[in-house]
């Protein structure tokens, strides 16, 4: 049996953009998608039937996470992601990589991995730019990467425990260990990092044990062509089952997109495309456009918890005075469970309150918006008008 | 149109317990029943589908609150506190007269008014009965109360201006503004708090001015016969459409059911009677047996989010390490969402990592006890076997 395919059954002939269906033994994953992020097998404030209802099609947890609360060891007994957490539908971990960068050189100063986290201003702070093996929280060797705790204990995570903590968790898609280098490498470091990387994609793939989850390679590099180049060229080659494409990208949003553009055209054209962690409700169309399959991102939950709720005019901020009698939902053309029960003037009564309700009925219309969008882009694809 | 109506279906032989039928604008409310407290507006947690899923039939929200943050104008607003909330089923507010204890005398002291939230060891910190009209958060006068709020404020409720949120916020049942006194209060103040309870009835029932809510009177005088008695016959001579039970009813379970039965003995039968604030899950039976149609709580939905779910064997609590592997239901025998969609250890895991979603579960799941055990016994009560 076929557990893991990818068809592309429409693609644009003006730009990259393509529309799929990506199989798992869990389902299907109409393609483009916004993947819903579930830290902790648990998607912030909502529950399966919420995420089911908001039209999300997969989840992605954190190994990292689980792995430091040793609730891999519960989800295998309990049949695995989905079983659960009482989610049917397919279910993706990352590998923890991303861990090795914001747990240590992005902890240490504070910034995020995407521009839109770091702005410019911000890089005023740092007037050396810094190469990090080794910081308060973390320590990288050929070997793996060595956390270390708030409490004062040790975790390491290497290719082969990050596939083994995978498979426990027993995803239907799972991603290779990488070392995600920071917005401030160097190029020799971000060389170094991404040498370490393609050993431990092999690593990965010699180490996995399940064959009925697919393995994604990650292509890193930072900034640099040659770099990008060289990693499509290696992660490209190794039987893979789809690609992430990670690591730092770039300072501004045009940057970004064409770094994702020159790397989408030198990874196998078959397989799948993930985008790691980045893509906010504006970002959807660019990164369709470019070619990503997938992408994943906590920024429609996050928004959400934060009191910022996603309208076609942009995002409306909740728990401003002027929302208090606003006696209509927060989108009228919106088909989503919040907007079809309540109103501004309710939920707005229910943030000024901290009421629990809130944070969940504020992320189901966000998480329906955006995969609203993403549906709406992959019907135009497939009606030839994207 | 008859607006609101009670009406007796079955008598218990052998006890005072009876099944009815509160008929409201809004629905019927099939009696004995739980009555669900939403203190904002808002059951903390969950949505009004959540609550109706749990077979909750109203809704009681405070006045003190709503009028504290000025939402009950936004309420009126909406058109009544179920179109605000979108609850279509019957609601209640309480009057604001528990907060005139809670938040002065029991605030001060830190102590509740129900014997199970007073232990024993607690009156030793006492050692002098004290009678309070004057504390440091409100000042008791002929008028009404008035609250000094942390923030330095002042803010007054009278008979006049509870009646009137009350109507602004439109609920389907209202309760008369009384002075609700503490378990450490001497005879004689409780006595001259009475009086004042029983005069601020008369102004309550001169005040309102929409007659398709209905209005009940609260019968005080703490644990004294003769002041019950009088309550009772004063309270109860007045054109209530039922009637509360309210403040002070005794140290013990016992002394608390004997002073309830006292009461319920003395006012009209025919008319609906509510227990105030009062009624865990061990003590339905009790209350039923004595007569009590509804009763609110905050018990249940507190309770759930302390991590304490309700099971026939009493309460589970679901952050102990022995659930950590628990691959079933909370209750197997249990038909509510939690149950049927979350295991132990899901619940467990969502409890450790403090995820919101946890908080929502464990509310649908004590509601939904609270309310099947209370339906069990009406049944009992219709078949003559209670």
């Given at each position: 049996?076929?557990?893991?395919?990818f068809?592309?059954?429409?693609?644009?002939?003006?730009s990259?953009?393509r529309a799929g269906?990506l199989?798992?033994?869990h389902?299907?994953i109409?393609?483009p998608s916004?993947?819903?992020?579930?830290?902790q097998?648990?998607v912030?404030a909502?529950?399966?039937d919420?995420?089911?209802?908001?039209?999300s099609q997969a989840?992605?947890a954190n190994?990292y996470h689980?792995?430091l609360?040793r609730t891999?060891?519960?989800?295998?007994?309990a049949?695995?992601l989905g079983?659960?957490?009482?989610?049917?539908g397919?279910?993706?971990?990352?590998s923890?990589?991303?861990?090795?960068?914001s747990?240590?050189f992005?902890r240490?100063h504070?910034i995020?991995r995407?521009?839109?986290?770091?702005?410019g201003?911000?890089?005023?702070r740092f007037?050396?730019v810094?190469?990090?093996?080794e910081s308060q929280?973390?320590?990288i060797?050929?070997e793996?990467?060595?956390?270390?705790?708030?409490?004062g204990t040790?975790k390491?995570?290497?290719?082969?425990?990050?596939?083994?903590?995978?498979e426990?968790i027993g995803?239907?898609?799972v991603?290779?260990f990488?070392?995600?280098?920071?917005?401030?490498?160097t190029?020799?470091?971000t060389k170094e990092?991404?040498?370490?990387?393609?050993?431990?994609a092999?690593?990965?793939?010699a180490?996995r044990?399940?064959y009925?989850?697919?393995l994604?390679?990650i292509?890193q590099g930072?900034i640099w062509?040659?770099?990008?180049e060289?990693?499509?060229r290696?992660i490209?080659?190794?039987?893979?089952?789809?690609?992430?494409?990670?690591?730092?990208?770039?300072r501004?949003?045009e940057?970004?997109w064409?770094?994702?553009e020159?790397?989408?055209?030198?990874?196998?054209?078959?397989k799948?495309?993930?985008?790691?962690?980045i893509g906010t409700?504006?970002?959807?169309?660019?990164?369709v456009?470019?070619?990503?399959?997938?992408f994943d991102?906590v920024a429609?939950?996050r928004?959400?918890?934060?009191?910022?709720?996603?309208?076609?005019?942009?995002?409306?901020s909740?728990?401003k005075?002027?929302e208090?009698?606003?006696y209509?939902p927060?989108?009228a053309g919106c088909?989503?469970?919040?907007?079809t029960?309540?109103?501004?003037a309710?939920?707005h009564?229910?943030?000024?309150?901290k009421e629990?309700?809130?944070?969940?009925?504020a992320?189901?219309h966000n998480?329906?918006?955006?995969n609203?969008r993403?549906?709406e882009?992959?019907?135009?694809?497939?009606?030839g008008?994207?």
């Amino acid at each position: 049996m076929q557990n893991f395919s990818f068809e592309i059954i429409a693609s644009s002939l003006r730009s990259r953009a393509r529309a799929g269906v990506l199989r798992t033994p869990h389902g299907d994953i109409e393609t483009p998608s916004f993947i819903t992020v579930g830290t902790q097998a648990a998607v912030k404030a909502v529950t399966p039937d919420d995420i089911r209802g908001a039209g999300s099609q997969a989840i992605l947890a954190n190994t990292y996470h689980l792995f430091l609360s040793r609730t891999h060891e519960v989800i295998q007994g309990a049949g695995g992601l989905g079983a659960f957490m009482g989610w049917d539908g397919p279910t993706l971990t990352d590998s923890g990589g991303f861990q090795v960068f914001s747990l240590g050189f992005g902890r240490d100063h504070d910034i995020g991995r995407s521009s839109t986290l770091f702005p410019g201003e911000d890089i005023q702070r740092f007037s050396k730019v810094m190469d990090v093996k080794e910081s308060q929280h973390i320590k990288i060797l050929e070997e793996g990467a060595l956390f270390r705790l708030p409490d004062g204990t040790k975790k390491a995570l290497t290719p082969e425990s990050s596939i083994q903590i995978q498979e426990a968790i027993g995803a239907d898609i799972v991603f290779a260990f990488d070392e995600c280098t920071s917005p401030l490498s160097t190029y020799d470091y971000t060389k170094e990092a991404m040498g370490r990387t393609h050993r431990w994609a092999e690593r990965c793939l010699a180490a996995r044990t399940h064959y009925d989850q697919a393995l994604f390679g990650i292509v890193q590099g930072g900034i640099w062509e040659d770099l990008r180049e060289e990693s499509c060229r290696i992660i490209g080659g190794l039987p893979f089952s789809g690609f992430g494409i990670g690591g730092f990208l770039g300072r501004t949003k045009e940057e970004m997109w064409r770094v994702a553009e020159f790397v989408i055209a030198r990874i196998p054209d078959e397989k799948p495309r993930h985008l790691l962690g980045i893509g906010t409700s504006e970002d959807i169309s660019e990164m369709v456009r470019r070619g990503i399959d997938t992408f994943d991102c906590v920024a429609p939950t996050r928004e959400a918890r934060n009191g910022l709720l996603y309208t076609a005019d942009g995002r409306l901020s909740i728990g401003k005075v002027a929302e208090r009698e606003q006696y209509s939902p927060i989108d009228a053309g919106c088909a989503c469970y919040t907007c079809t029960t309540s109103t501004r003037a309710y939920l707005h009564h229910l943030w000024r309150q901290k009421e629990l309700s809130y944070y969940r009925l504020a992320t189901i219309h966000n998480l329906f918006f955006m995969n609203a969008r993403v549906s709406e882009i992959r019907e135009k694809i497939l009606r030839g008008e994207f």
